[in-house]
C-alpha cells in the first residue's frame, strides 16, 4: 500500500460526457502529479500541483483541468470526453517540489463508449 | 526536451538466465527511478539513483547510474518468475521543473 488513494477504480461514461478522478496524497506529501497511461502512448505527464499551486504541466488537453485543495487532495476533471481519453489515470504523490520517487496510487481505469 | 528510452521493450527469458534492461535519456540529469508495474496493477518504486555511480541491489536486482553517459541499467540475476512485470525507468529534467519523465517500459516474461 502506498498511502495514496484514488477514487474511482472504475467508470465507464460516454462520449461527450464529464468526469472527476479524485486522489488523495500520502501524509506529509505536498506534491500530486497526474499521469495518464495508455498502450500507444506509454506514462504520459498531464499536470503537477505543490501545495495547492500548479507548478508545471505537460500534454495537457484543454479539455482537462485539476485542481489541489487545502487539505492536500487533488481533483482531475475530465470534460467532453472522446473514445480516445480510455486510458488508467493515475495519480502519484512527493515529498519533494521538485520530482523525487513518486508514490502511485492505484490508478482509475476510465473507458469511453 | 527530455527523452528516455529503454531497451528491450518486450524481454522473454528463462528462469536462471541473466540478463540487463538499458535506459538511456537525453539531457543532463542525476536523478533516476526505477519502478516496477505488475498487469493491471499500479507502479511500486525500486530504485532510487541519486549520483554518479550510483548502485543499489534488491534481491536480483541491481541498478545503476552513469550519468555521464546518460545511461541506467537494471541487472537481472538468476531470474525468477515472479520477476515477471513491467519495469519502467523515469529521470528528473532538469533546467527548473524536474518533472518525473518515464520511458516506454521493459515487458518482462521470465518462463519456466
Known amino acids: 500500500d502506498s498511502g495514496v488513494t484514488q477514487t474511482p477504480k472504475h467508470l465507464i461514461t460516454a462520449t461527450g460526457q464529464r468526469v472527476t478522478l479524485r486522489c488523495s496524497p500520502r501524509?506529509?506529501?505536498?506534491?500530486v502529479y497526474w499521469y495518464q497511461q495508455s498502450l500507444d502512448q506509454g506514462l504520459q505527464f498531464l499536470i503537477q500541483?505543490?501545495?495547492?499551486?500548479?507548478?508545471a504541466k505537460g500534454n495537457i488537453l484543454e479539455r482537462f483541468s485539476a485542481q489541489q485543495f487545502p487539505d492536500l487532495h487533488s481533483e482531475l476533471n475530465l470534460s467532453s470526453l472522446e473514445l480516445g481519453d480510455s486510458a488508467l489515470y493515475f495519480c502519484?504523490?512527493?515529498?519533494?517540489?521538485?520530482?523525487?520517487?513518486?508514490?502511485f496510487g492505484e490508478g482509475s481505469r476510465l473507458t469511453v463508449l | 526536451e527530455l527523452k528516455v528510452e529503454q531497451n528491450p521493450l518486450f524481454l522473454s527469458m528463462q528462469e536462471g538466465k541473466n540478463y540487463t534492461i538499458y535506459c538511456n535519456y537525453s539531457t543532463t540529469s542525476d536523478r533516476l527511478y526505477w519502478y516496477r508495474q505488475d498487469p493491471g496493477k499500479s507502479l511500486e518504486s525500486l530504485f532510487v539513483?541519486?549520483?554518479?555511480?550510483a548502485v543499489k541491489q534488491e534481491g536480483r536486482l541491481m541498478a545503476s547510474l552513469d550519468t555521464k553517459a546518460r545511461l541506467s541499467t537494471l541487472h537481472i540475476t538468476a531470474a525468477v518468475h515472479d520477476l515477471s512485470a513491467t519495469y519502467f525507468c523515469?529521470?528528473?529534467?532538469?533546467?527548473?521543473?524536474?518533472?518525473?519523465?518515464f520511458g516506454r517500459g521493459t515487458s518482462l516474461i521470465v518462463h519456466p
Open positions: 502519484a504523490s512527493s515529498v519533494l517540489g521538485y520530482g523525487g520517487e513518486l508514490f
Open positions: 501524509s506529509g506529501d505536498l506534491s
Open positions: 539513483l541519486l549520483s554518479n555511480g
Open positions: 523515469a529521470v528528473d529534467s532538469s533546467g527548473g521543473s524536474y518533472i518525473p519523465t
Open positions: 500541483y505543490y501545495n495547492g499551486e500548479e507548478r
